[in-house]
């Protein structure tokens, strides 16, 4: 990509491309007229874990150290993950591989000689099918309010009409799961409300006083978002 004059290239010639941005995780796609180069598949068959090790470049190495929620007191609108590298960091963007050549991870940035910031590939997958469906990342919106300080994300208002209501979620219940991801606390209902898609039904698991329910939940896209 030239930065310069926003236009990408391929072996010297110009592409014609439409450019789509992810506000969120800054993400870049490109949809590009005519065969572009051969495609790095996405990392399907588990979830990127700690202790994992992937490939960069010609002979990059390095391992996933953990995940990062929140940057100071700022809670990050998607878990980032924290990397090593054996040597120098690869530039933002740089595909992390596995073994396989399957992508696992995107360099984001660093934060050390040898250490950095990575989206990891459900970030990467989320994007890409958003712009491939729509053209665009749309944010899915199912109505309900948490409270930042809480220990826990509890629901504090469900709105009026909205996919939650309709649903039956009420204010006070305590929201345990959204599709597979387990929440423990406020940051982890944040990233999972990312990956939440207008149309598609999500499975949400919540505690009302001691009972233990399961909603399906459809998210509805709103005006302006």
Known sequence: MDAASGRLKLAGRVLPAEVFVDPVSRLVVFRIAGAPAQALPLLTAAPVAKGMNFRHGAAGRGSITGWCKRVGDKILPLFLLTVDYAGEPPPPGTALVNEAGAVMAVAHETTGPQTGYAL????????????QESGRVAKGWIGVRLQPAAAAPRVTAVDAGSPSARAGMKAGDLLLQVDSRRLEEYADAVNAFYFLCPGAPTLLRIQRGDEELTFSVTPAERAGE
């Open 120 to 131: 990891p590939v459900e970030v990467v997958r989320r994007v890409v099918e958003g712009v």
